[in-house]
C-alpha cells in the first residue's frame, strides 16, 4: 500500500463545532486530494493541492478549507460543522496529475450530531 | 455533472463466472481508470486505459474503451467470491486540470 495514514479514524463532533482532518504521505507525491463519499454520491471532489501552498477547489468545497504547508501534509478543516457534513472523508495522492494513477489513504468517518 | 454514470448500480453473480460492468461518459477523456473498494476501505487503483487505447488486460481484468461511444467496458473473468466489492470507474476529462471524476460505483456481489 501507499504510504497514506488519515487521523483520526473515525470522529464524533457536534454541529458547530471546528473539526480538522489530516492527511499524511511518506511517498513524496506532489498531488493530494480530498474526497466525500456518500450513499448515492460516489466520490466527489472537496480540494485538491498541486504543491507546497497550492491548492483549488473541487466540487464541493462550500463549508471546506484546506493548507498544505509541507509535502506530506495536506488538511481538511471543516472552520463550523454542520451534520450534512456527514461523511466518510478520503485522501488521495498523485504523483503526476489527474491522469496518472491515485492512491487512497483508508478513510475517516466522521459524525457531525 | 460531467461524472460518469456506470451500468448496472449492482450485479450479483456465481463464482466461477464473469462479471462485465460498464461505465458511460459525457466529454472527451484523456484517460479512464478503474477502481475497487472493498467494504470499509479506500479505493484501489485497477487498470488505466488512455484515449488512444482501444483495451488493455491484467490478470483476470479486462477493459475496452470506446471513444465514439464514450464508453468503456470492465470485465472480470472467472470471478472469485474476494472480488465482492464496489467497482468506480474515474475519468479524466480534458481541460480537467488534474482532477479525476468518480462515478457513483457498481456492487458486485460473488456467491460462493
Known amino acids: 500500500d501507499a504510504g497514506i495514514t488519515q487521523s483520526p479514524r473515525h470522529k464524533v463532533t457536534e454541529t458547530g463545532t471546528p473539526v480538522t482532518l489530516r492527511c499524511h504521505q511518506t511517498?513524496?507525491?506532489?498531488?493530494m486530494y480530498w474526497y466525500r463519499q456518500d450513499p448515492g454520491h460516489g466520490l466527489r471532489l472537496i480540494h485538491y493541492s498541486y504543491g507546497v501552498k497550492d491548492t483549488d477547489k473541487g466540487e464541493v468545497s462550500d463549508g471546506y478549507s484546506v493548507s498544505r504547508s509541507k509535502t506530506e501534509d495536506f488538511l481538511l478543516t471543516l472552520e463550523s460543522a454542520t451534520s450534512s457534513q456527514t461523511s466518510v472523508y478520503f485522501c488521495a495522492i498523485s504523483s503526476g496529475s489527474g491522469s496518472d494513477t491515485q492512491y487512497f489513504g483508508p478513510g475517516t468517518r466522521l459524525t457531525v450530531l | 455533472s460531467q461524472q460518469g454514470e456506470e451500468d448496472p448500480q449492482a450485479l450479483s453473480i456465481q463464482e466461477g463466472e464473469n462479471a462485465t460492468m460498464n461505465c458511460s461518459y459525457k466529454t472527451s477523456i484523456n484517460n479512464l481508470q478503474w477502481y475497487r473498494q472493498n467494504s470499509g476501505r479506500g479505493l484501489v487503483h485497477l487498470i488505466l486505459i488512455r484515449s488512444n487505447e482501444r483495451e488493455k488486460h491484467s490478470g483476470r481484468l479486462r477493459v475496452t474503451l470506446d471513444t465514439s461511444k464514450k464508453s468503456s467496458s470492465l470485465l472480470i473473468t472467472a470471478s472469485r467470491a474476494a472480488d465482492t466489492a464496489s467497482y468506480f470507474c474515474?475519468?479524466?476529462?480534458?481541460?480537467?486540470?488534474?482532477?479525476?471524476?468518480f462515478g457513483k460505483g457498481i456492487t458486485l456481489s460473488v456467491r460462493p
Open positions: 474515474a475519468t479524466d476529462y480534458t481541460g480537467a486540470n488534474s482532477k479525476l471524476t
Open positions: 511517498e513524496n507525491h506532489r498531488y
